[in-house]
């Protein structure tokens, strides 16, 4: 207990989560601090090439082994299952529509790439090094969650004309959505041009990469902040509670997952940060198309506004110290 | 000079790539697509500014069409849209038609 | 179909929150923000271009009314944003309503 | 209020130059430029995504004068921008003048 | 006098200095080139961001003393009562209607963030460094200078109708401005995460700053030319020399608070530099809706065409040299 | 063959060709990946800026002798020289429009800086490093293009209407383009400011370039992409080859300008690519200027869509195996 608020502290006051509360600060007094979308797009598109190609260099360091395989399949069905869970605890303690049920359950089924970065910096700074595919698994714990979504939307809303569906742009929008392909692609390069690649680009995409997602954190912090102050209504107790115990339960699954596949502390924290974190960037575009009946809003409060910084203050440090005393 | 319909579509960003299928199938003669920044409906306000999701904005698609098809336009996406996705509007204009 | 009047400010940016905030007051149904790049009036050109401060620009503010509140809204906000702030102008636009 | 007419013309950047220079010429009132980010025309859809060139991407300008003028203007700038860059057209508009 | 020339032509000929006049003269030719203007956000952004960081991690180091408390009065103190001078300068010297001079007066009370990161750049090279609390002074410089303008505004002006006067957005954008809170929390997580954090984003913040301030410069330069292009007519005589002697004596009063402060040498010469320059960022806006019969392209061309390029090329180098005699 | 062979296998495993191709995917297939407009112009900005600025600091260390002065020359015969043989080409085996002939043949007469960014790249990696001066060369080789492909359509077409010529504007946007003041001002400011000046940019100039030129390789495979998708109906065989063969000839005329130059290696290589890359940038828009009825589209999926990706794949390594040969 006694490390495990250590580490709270510690993390509490590091540069990004700070960074973070000062975004958030801006936004609930109503600053005009405001970071262009542009330069938003810019930073997530940087985050997102910077670990895929530094897990991709992982694993050409250390090969492709069936670790690799077996823990794309774990995300995938991990990514599958989450939403179910998730939904039936939302039609349990919530008065939510289903529609709106069906939404939130794949928003929680898929991840947040920031919270996975965050996760890895922690790690790092503990000494801890994950497996560098688990930046592979990440890129696949996206278009399951949907599918899940969907199919739960399909069985359980009755109105079925505010099912927008399946049609190919909305396909397209989940497979080959940018971050995903971006992510997967940025992880192949590395694995390719390995040793040689890095040394190429490491001065772009390692020694600033902090600094960068201080100021992506910072961002967050203003969108999380001003979504918060215009979205706090649709935040009943019920639905508040949720973002805090559905990471939990996230989190308890992907544990699951990384001491099943005998991963190393590193890489089992990551698994419970991908369980834990839910997506505010690629789902719910997807998810507006699809249940066009469903409210935006709420799941994007719920997971930019809640879940995310609860995982990134209490969180990691609370998976990182559950991990080190089962594993 | 010719009479046209000035039709804007003010839309959900997620749905903008199926109102341009609908518009090129209904062979409209073109379109132009402009950003906007933010905004307010029956719903919460909503602004761009350090976002990188595409849900939750609207842009704004302009398009010039002869008055028939574009109020057969403007009919057909009211349907296929349907609620809450799109603001439809349809103006008189005079267009100096380049040759 | 209805017939709405197409509210459309060209404004000073700094003085954007004001308007929205008579906007919201006057309970205008929605008002989309869209961005401005360049322009002259009976002063200066100005541009965005490398620019860091909001002083000195244009933004744009299209809202959709019934004719007798848009123009009450117009009117007012005529006099609230008084000289050299606002150009503001009301077009006929039929509207679908979406639902 | 007054009765204007609202200019758009939407047209390719690299003559925005010359558009204005002509609206500067012929002593029009004022003028926006607004950004677009993609369309279709007679020829092939373009999007400004990712781009550097400022060919083959179209801008706004609008602008608001009286009638005569306005219909000058369209009518000069049709001629000199002359076939496939600029789309012109007029709309009534009842304008609240600033001071 | 010698090192004052030496020092001059040294600074002139630094690449910071040379991008600014590269923007200047691209300007001037009406070139094509041009910055968007999400980027100059940005990079104003990060050099804040970054400022702020530097400032806070020195203070982290060197502890907070009463220097600190007396230095933020002394810079309070000064954005103050500079206006009041402006104010009755340029009334004496210059024909400008009541409400524009009260808004350049404004400008001329608060400061500008680049000037003093230039004036840092040069107190480096010389390897003068200067208090880290300098930072905090800089940010509490804005507010008062619009304060006092507003002040004379309301006294000065007969016809009161217009003088937008001080509502809520007006109060919140002059308090919580946007570069104000980010610098003051940039500052402040640079208190709190000391050397930690600053080994964690050194690589973002310190290395590539230069870098980074050259591009800034550059568009600077581009607005600035382009500001003098249009707005040149307004610049009369009086106005001009204004913008060249109004520095001097802020300069002047900045170096009457380091030496009473007791501060070191890169101290007072930061002190010279927050009472030579003008705003060109913040109060411009505040100035606008506070003053909406003041024309805005006035006090901007003045600050960023004439007092901006002044304090870069010339008066940096003459603070120096100055303090450096006096100290 | 077999060092050419190699050479190009490793320059296809490059993390810059790779993003590339990874951006050509993501295009094809319809991804939603995409860069903002304002992030790719900031990225060709800086590096523009920063090559300038190297090329100046090279010359300023090797210091400015005839070879400069005469490579220049030469650099602007090349670029006069170019669109004559390539209009020629073009008559002989497509059957395009005069006007649109005309208009490719100034796209081919003038460069493309990225091409030259990447072959710098792979010389430096093969540790032959090339005269500084070559970025003022390439500086050079815009505008005589331009007049060239005007003066061709001022001769063959016959319905004058169609060709909007010289005036003031367009003249500006050819003599004072942005990336061409910006390339020669930085090129300047290198060379005046020299190793002190390296000092204070190079962690934002050097450190990250290839990681930045990743990046915007990235984004130039997304446009390509998308302007093959949309352009390929406009590429009969004819000109799809000439997207191949023309510029091993203009790296021929670049090998003999090289030769007879009695550059480096380095110098000669990129002499070459300067003869067989075209330009996608500020070419377009000037030549859409002045031949209204010619179709922009033609030219630029050309020389982005065919030429570029040649040039960066096979083009750069048989031009360095062939320098080889003959130097
Ligand atoms: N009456 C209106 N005039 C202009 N824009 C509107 C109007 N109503 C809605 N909008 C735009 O459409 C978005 C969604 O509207 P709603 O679905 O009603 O919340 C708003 O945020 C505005 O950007
Ligand atoms: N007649 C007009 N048509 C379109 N935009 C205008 C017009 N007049 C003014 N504007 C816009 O409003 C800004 C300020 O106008 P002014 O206050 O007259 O200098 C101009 O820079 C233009 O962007
Ligand atoms: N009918 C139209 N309505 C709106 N925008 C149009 C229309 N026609 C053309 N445009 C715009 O003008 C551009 C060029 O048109 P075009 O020269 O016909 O290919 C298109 O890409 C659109 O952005
Ligand atoms: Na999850
Ligand atoms: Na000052
Ligand atoms: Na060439």
Request: with cysteine; glycine share 10%; charged share 15%.
């Amino acid at each position: 207990m006694d490390s495990l608020l250590h580490l709270t502290l510690e993390n509490l006051l590091s540069p990004t989560v700070l960074f973070f509360v000062l975004g958030v600060f801006a936004a609930l007094t109503r600053s005009s601090l405001t970071i262009p979308e542009a330069i938003a797009k810019a930073l997530s598109i940087y985050l997102v090439m910077a670990i895929g190609f530094k897990g991709g260099y992982q694993v050409s360091k250390a090969g492709i082994d069936l670790g690799l395989f077996l823990s794309l399949l774990a995300g995938m069905l991990l990514s599958f299952a989450v939403p179910f869970l998730a939904f039936a605890m939302l039609k349990v303690t919530t008065r939510l529509p289903t529609v709106d049920a069906a939404s939130i359950a794949a928003h929680y089924g898929s991840i947040s790439i920031v919270t996975f970065l965050a996760g890895t910096e922690v790690l790092k700074l503990l000494g801890h090094e994950a497996e560098g595919y688990m930046v592979a698994v990440a890129a696949v714990m996206e278009v399951p969650a949907i599918l899940s979504g969907l199919w739960i939307a399909a069985r359980a809303v009755t109105d079925k004309s505010s099912i927008g569906g399946m049609d190919n742009s909305l396909m397209r929008e989940v497979l080959l959505n940018g971050s995903i392909v971006l992510l997967t692609g940025a992880f192949l390069i590395g694995v390719v041009t390995g040793e040689k690649g890095m040394a190429t680009v490491s001065a772009f995409i390692v020694d600033p990469f902090k600094g960068v997602l201080c100021l992506f954190l910072l961002d967050m912090g203003l969108v999380a902040g001003r979504g918060l102050r215009t979205s706090w209504k649709y935040l009943k107790p019920g639905l508040l509670i949720f973002g805090i115990y559905m990471p939990v339960l996230g989190a308890g699954l992907g544990l699951f997952c990384g001491w099943a596949l005998g991963l190393s502390l590193g890489g089992t924290v990551l698994f419970m940060i991908l369980g834990a974190s839910a997506s505010y960037i690629a789902v719910p575009a997807a998810m507006r198309m699809a249940l066009p009946d469903s409210q935006p809003a709420i799941p994007l409060a719920l997971s930019l506004g809640i879940t995310f910084p609860f995982n990134l203050t209490i969180g990691i440090p609370l998976y990182v110290t559950v991990a080190s005393r089962v594993l | 000079m010719e009479m046209r319909k000035r039709i804007e579509f003010i839309l959900e960003k997620p749905f903008l790539e199926r109102l341009i299928a609908l518009l090129d199938e209904m062979e409209t003669p073109g379109y132009t697509v402009i950003p906007a920044k933010a905004g307010r409906g029956r719903q919460d306000p909503w602004t761009r500014e350090g976002m990188v999701t595409d849900a939750g904005r609207q842009i704004i698609v302009v398009s010039f069409a002869e008055a028939g098809l574009a109020e057969k336009i403007a009919q057909r996406a009211a349907e296929k849209l349907g609620n809450r996705i799109a603001l439809i509007s349809l103006t008189d204009a005079a267009v100096y038609l380049p040759d």
